[in-house]
């Protein structure tokens, strides 16, 4: 497989600064407005959510996962992907007050009306990302994200100080949509994508409506907890779970999503040229684990002080809720490879029907569970989660051909980096009760033994992620003196 590195690194950079961006956004937000006020948007962006996975119908994906590039096939690709935004946006303003009227709340009528517009906007963004990914174009799709992202977090902060309240949030969102399409057309600008063509609508809608399915199907599954708290237990509970699951997903955002955008155009890429893709997928997942497993464990055990660190003393009550989500999402290691390396073999098909096995229990555990409260809707994932990952495994494997003591190896490896970790942040916990207002020291204590003993867990057992980081880090190291100012000795 071609070397990854340079992609690799201008994505991480990319989720690296977004990571920063968003946390502060985070943080300055769950200040300046409630929970209550920060439920409407979650409960309306959960039901825009569905609308978004509807919208993209998998054009993104087809456009990547072309074996030989089209003009005219990008091109379909948009002119179904501008129609699906166009019927959904106005689904969406219509249906805005009756949706309002299910939560006997008229604050959503706004909040998914905005959201409509913006979804129209998305339309003219993603096939020029889909174009860049494609050609691992990764620094661009970085400048660009981190455009959106700043322009999420300026306009949150000016809008809240405007008294918008918990419509700061969804002008916010817009603004930042906004920023993204112009800077992904005006970028590197290819205008030929945007003339309507219905050429390949055969092939397209026969990848779009399996992927679109799959979409639909899996982001109804994310949004179920928020959706049906706000109903039954009141805009306050859907927002602590939702910054709980912010705060769970950040090994995803900081690490994992920095794998993931590259990992689908390279894997198709491989395929694409008769390679084989078993060896890459469990290096790949070993990479993965290395980092995601120490990063959830700390955050279980120092989630007191992690809540109250980025969201203030408002938000204590989500930090149990915290910890349960953390550990059930130790079991989703695998999760971030199983589209882009199905897809790219091929079995988009398989996609689906993993999600059409597991999917439903989950959706029936959070039903079964939403009226308990927060506590019993995390405790559910500790049997979805993992689960949806057994199945995948097996469509999975049935491709690459793997041993499942060869998935084991491939995991084993992060396990002295994930126990190291862990050891440090776990003696201060203790020491201090696991209370929110960790003082400065202990918490400094804490990051650094947790960075020191995942280290030594590498070097102990020879974690690839190693020799990764090193040449990364090299890379950079060489771009850096590329461009550095010459001197009276040079």
């Given at each position: ?53 509807l ?32 019927l ?9 007050e ?5 939560y006997?709340?008229a604050?959503?009528?706004p ?22 990914r ?39 969102s ?47 599954y ?12 009141g ?7 939702s ?48 980092v ?22 408002q ?10 989500l ?77 041993a ?10 992060s ?12 003696l ?10 960790l003082?400065?020291?202990?918490l ?47």
């Amino acid at each position: 497989m071609a070397s990854l590195h340079r992609p690799l690194l201008f994505s991480a950079l990319d989720k690296y600064v977004g990571l920063v961006i968003n946390l502060a956004t985070t943080a300055i937000v769950a200040r300046l407005l409630t929970p209550d006020e920060i439920g409407v948007f979650v409960v309306g962006g959960a039901i825009v959510v569905l609308a978004e996975s509807l919208k993209d119908f998998g054009t993104s994906a087809y456009i990547v996962q072309q074996r030989d590039f089209d003009r005219v096939a990008v091109r379909t690709a948009f002119t179904a992907m501008l129609v699906l935004s166009l019927l959904i946006a106005l689904c969406l303003a219509v249906l805005a007050e009756p949706i309002a009227g299910f939560y006997g709340d008229a604050r959503l009528v706004p909040v998914v009306r905005i959201a409509a517009v913006g979804i129209v906007l998305g339309a003219f963004a993603s096939p020029p990302q889909a174009l860049l990914r494609r050609e691992l174009a990764f620094g661009a799709l970085a400048v660009i994200n981190t455009a959106g992202l700043f322009a999420n977090l300026v306009a949150s902060i000016v809008f809240i100080r405007m008294g918008a309240g918990y419509l700061s949030l969804a002008f916010a969102s817009f603004t930042s949509l906004l920023t993204i399409t112009l800077a992904s057309v005006l970028y590197r600008p290819k205008f030929w994508i945007f003339r309507l063509s219905l050429t390949h609508w055969r092939a397209v809608f026969g990848f779009g409506g399996i992927a679109s399915a799959t979409a639909v199907l899996n982001n109804f599954y994310l949004v179920l907890p928020q959706a049906l708290l706000g109903r039954l237990a009141g805009f306050d509970a859907a927002g602590l779970y939702s910054r709980a699951v912010t705060l769970c997903q950040l090994p995803d955002r900081a690490v994992v999503g920095a794998f993931q955008p590259v990992i689908f155009p390279a894997f198709a890429a491989e395929v694409r040229a008769g390679g084989n893709l078993k060896a890459g997928y469990l290096r790949a997942l070993t990479l993965l684990a290395a980092v995601q497993w120490p990063v959830l464990v700390c955050l279980a055990i120092m989630a007191e002080p992690a809540v109250g660190l980025v969201l203030g003393p408002q938000w204590h009550a989500a930090a149990p809720v915290l910890r349960i989500l953390c550990i059930a999402y130790l079991g989703m290691t695998p999760a971030p490879l199983t589209y882009p390396t199905l897809v790219a073999l091929g079995r988009v098909r398989d996609t689906l029907a993993a999600s059409l096995i597991t999917l439903p229990i989950g959706i029936a555990a959070v039903a079964l569970t939403a009226p308990l409260g927060l506590m019993a809707v995390a405790a559910s994932m500790l049997l979805s989660w993992p689960l949806q990952v057994v199945v995948s495994l097996f469509f999975i494997r049935r491709q690459l051909g793997f041993a499942w003591r060869e998935l084991l190896v491939a995991l084993a490896h992060s396990l002295p980096a994930c126990l190291g970790a862990g050891l440090v942040p776990l003696l201060v916990a203790i020491a201090y009760g696991f209370s929110p207002d960790l003082p400065w020291p202990a918490l400094g204590l804490a990051v650094v033994g947790a960075a020191s003993g995942w280290l030594l867990g590498l070097s102990l057992s020879r974690n690839p992620l190693l020799a990764e980081l090193r040449q990364i880090l090299a890379l950079l190291g060489a771009r850096l003196a590329r461009h550095a100012p010459l001197t009276a000795d040079n």
